[in-house]
Structures are given as structure tokens and as C-alpha cells.
């Protein structure tokens, strides 16, 4: 029984290892494209978080040069102010030749108002007082 028994058990590993044998080569391509797809995967991952540093770091100089640029804005706007104010002081006797400052967005009380177009008439009617044929019966 002991010989029989040790035949059994030989067998049965040489046929788990044919088995596992054409276990692998079909089932292995599996994961073999589950390995190249995990692989592409965090190459992708890592693709993005780049990218994302990237336009971070975009956003944050554009914004930086935008400040500048503002800053930039103010100080010119300020240069021809006074410089047209110092300039041209003996042409007018207004308090500013420059009538528009970045501070204060009121009017001059000597601009004339600007009219702008309207889409209704400038005396509109009630369009229910009256019927369009109205003529009264008697008096």
C-alpha cells in the first residue's frame, strides 16, 4: 500500500504541474497585460501630477505678471495726470486736465451727460387705458 500510495501522490504532482504549466501560458498572458496596464497606469499618474505643477506654476507667474502689469498701469496713469496737470496748468484753470481718475469713477460736473439710446418711446401710454377704436357713445 505504501508503493501505491506514493504512485498516487507522484502523479498527482506531475499533473498539478501540467496543469499549472498550461495554467500559466493561458491564463499568464492576463497578467501579463494587468502588469503593462498598472505600469501605464502610474506613468499616467505621474504624467498628470506634472502637468499639474506645470499649470500651477503658469497660473501663478501669469497672475504675478498681471500685478505687475497693474502696477505698471497705475504708476503711468499717475505720470500723465500730474505731468499734463504741470504742463498744461497755464492753458486751463480747471482743477484737472485729466477727467477721469482711477480712484473716483464720478463725472465732472461740466461734462455734458451722455444720452444713450432707449428701446421705448419717451412718453409711453398705458396700452390697456384705451381700446385702439375707442370713440365714446355720448357725452
Partial sequence: MSIMMWEIAVSGL????????FA??????????K???EDKLKQSQVDLMRY??????YLAQSLHLLDNLECDHK???Q????GSNVLLSHLVTSKSLYRYDLAESEVDKNQVPINFPRDYPEESKNVFSKPPFYTPLSK
Avoid: S, Y
Fill in 79 to 82: 505720470h500723465i495726470k500730474n
Fill in 52 to 57: 499639474r505643477e506645470e499649470l500651477r506654476n
Fill in 35 to 37: 502588469k503593462k496596464l
Fill in 14 to 21: 506531475v499533473i498539478g504541474i501540467i496543469i499549472g504549466v
Fill in 75 to 77: 504708476k503711468l496713469h
Fill in 24 to 33: 500559466m501560458c493561458f491564463g499568464g498572458r492576463n497578467l501579463h497585460e
